[in-house]
């Protein structure tokens, strides 16, 4: 479908959109929820877009993902407004966000879900105003209309893979613990199942812990536990799903004066956790190169804001629990230990050897190789 074409379908679109969001609006009291600039003044006829994002400022959200967002819209739509953007790790606080968006009359929501089952029925409200959505980072729930992440698999496969290595897990026999992310999160599960993929078979899986709300502090109480439970020295390893809660092992280790401490896996690449890496205190995290993400969640976007088809941009389909063959773009994650830091993230720009290397860990760069 043209440029001309896909904007005559969101004229279309904009009495339906009206119409639910009146509805909306009176049936809720609003918050000033939402961050980012405002949308009542759409340009040149350009797109409105509405980012929610389920943490910002120091998160990977914050610090990555919400300015490649912004920056890959701009490019594909430099005369649309800029985007809304609205950050928050409370699952009804995203909800009032959305609302708030659907109300404002947004033509397309790029959603990274807090809890995508709560948020069900607000992305079932954006889809009877008609307005799609593309689930980002985390599958939502709902009539959603695509999909970008990375392959959940291939993230919890790595995680086991370098775990065994770190362990030499030859011999087997090897006790660990799983300190997996929220039920609620459907990525968590899909880490967990490729982990399990590897390490079924050759570790025994001491405990295993699904994290509420991938909250560290909860992962502090239950790694506590586990070595009250199994012994410190009875522990080989951990799969700790994140950074976030690979930080909160440590942090359990520390508090019980545990040395040395056992291979420890990560995700998401973040700045503490590789200089956990260069410490020695965590074994491994997983890269997950946020700018084709951003760039794939974009293109979709402004697809489907312009009543295009997206199915020529996705690699795949998936679905959800209401939504079947919803478009896919599934991308490739890279496993960084201390001795391809310099070639990973360093090279991509993510972090320079002067963020890592603090003053107290130029030792530590300088037998890394990193300076």
Request: proline residues 5%.
């Amino acid at each position: 479908m043209g440029l001309g074409a896909g904007l005559r379908a969101v004229k279309r679109r904009s009495l339906t959109r009206a119409s639910v969001a009146v509805a909306v609006a009176a049936g809720l009291t609003l918050v000033g929820a939402c961050g980012g600039s405002d949308t009542d003044d759409e340009g040149d006829g350009g797109l409105a877009v509405g980012v929610l994002l389920p943490g910002g400022g120091a998160s990977r959200f914050g610090q990555f993902d919400k300015p490649l967002l912004v920056r890959q819209l701009k490019r594909l739509c430099p005369d649309c407004p800029a985007p809304t953007v609205a950050a928050t790790s409370d699952p009804a606080v995203q909800r009032q966000q959305i609302e708030s968006m659907i109300t404002r009359q947004v033509d397309v929501l790029i959603l990274a879900a807090v809890d995508p089952q709560l948020l069900r029925p607000s992305v079932e409200a954006a889809h009877r105003a008609d307005i799609p959505v593309v689930a980002y980072d985390r599958l939502a729930q709902g009539p959603i209309s695509g999909y970008v992440t990375f392959d959940g698999a291939t993230v919890g496969r790595l995680q086991g893979e370098a775990l065994l290595k770190a362990m030499d897990a030859e011999a087997r026999g090897e006790r660990i613990v799983m300190m997996n992310g929220a039920t609620t999160d459907p990525n968590a599960g899909w880490f967990k199942r490729g982990a399990l993929s590897v390490l079924e078979g050759k570790t025994e899986i001491g405990k295993s812990y699904d994290t509420v709300g991938w909250r560290p502090e909860n992962a502090f109480v239950n790694m506590t536990n586990a070595i009250a439970a199994l012994g410190a020295g009875d522990i080989d390893g951990v799969l700790a799903a994140n950074d976030s809660l690979a930080g909160a092992v440590v942090a359990a280790f520390n508090a019980a004066e545990v040395r040395p401490l056992p291979p420890i896996t990560g995700q998401d690449a973040d700045l503490a956790a590789v200089r956990r890496i260069v410490r020695g205190d965590q074994y491994m995290t997983v890269y997950k190169p946020f700018e084709p993400a951003a760039g794939a969640a974009a293109k979709m976007a402004v697809a489907l804001g312009r009543g295009e088809s997206v199915d020529s941009l996705a690699s795949g389909t998936v679905d959800n629990a209401t939504t079947e063959d919803i478009p896919a773009v599934l991308l490739q994650s890279v496993p960084v230990t201390v001795g391809n830091i310099k070639d990973t993230v360093v090279k991509d720009g993510m972090y320079t050897i002067d963020q890592i290397c603090t003053p107290e860990l130029r030792s530590a760069c300088d037998t890394a190789g990193l300076t």
